[in-house]
């Protein structure tokens, strides 16, 4: 039994502490918007937010997110409000197939927290998610956007 916090909601979960986190939180928590990609941590499909840290939950124990606040996609808007990167995705047109951008708005929503203000220096650097679909440009200018917003 695994007693995490997702997006604010304390959950009893019947899974091995050695399970991925990405696995309790789709199968056991039901929330599919965090996607599997590559199972190695390299891609970023699976990036959820620790304590506000973004983290590749494919490679990370259940038993390591105990006690920490996680945060998915499904947690990142407040009620009807986009957050401010889930915006800049929609106004700039982000996705293509969709599959990777959970991640990735996760992995830039953390960027922005740590450096309101990023340069592309910055951005090369923090996001290494990767998209199959190659909206790379289209990511930097909604990152910019969404740090102006």
Not at 25 to 54: F, P, S, W
Not at 99 to 113: F, H, R, T
Request: one cysteine or more; a positive charge.
């Amino acid at each position: 039994m695994a007693r995490l916090t997702i997006n604010g909601k304390s959950l009893e979960l019947k899974v091995d502490p050695s399970t991925p986190l990405l696995w309790a939180i789709r199968e056991q928590a039901g929330l599919t918007g965090t996607k599997y990609g590559c199972g190695v941590a390299m891609c970023g499909a699976c990036t959820v937010h620790m304590d506000g840290k973004a983290v590749r939950s494919c490679v990370l124990p259940v038993a390591s997110a105990e006690g920490k606040q996680i945060t998915t996609i499904e947690g990142l808007a407040t009620g009807a409000t986009l957050h401010k990167v889930q915006k800049a995705w929609v106004d700039y047109e982000v996705p293509q197939c969709g599959y990777c951008q959970s991640g990735m708005i996760m992995a830039v929503a953390a960027l922005l927290k740590d450096k309101p203000k990023p340069t592309d220096a910055d951005i090369d650097a923090g996001i290494t998610n990767i998209c199959r679909c190659g909206t790379f440009q289209q990511v930097r200018e909604a990152i910019h956007a969404a740090a102006k917003a």
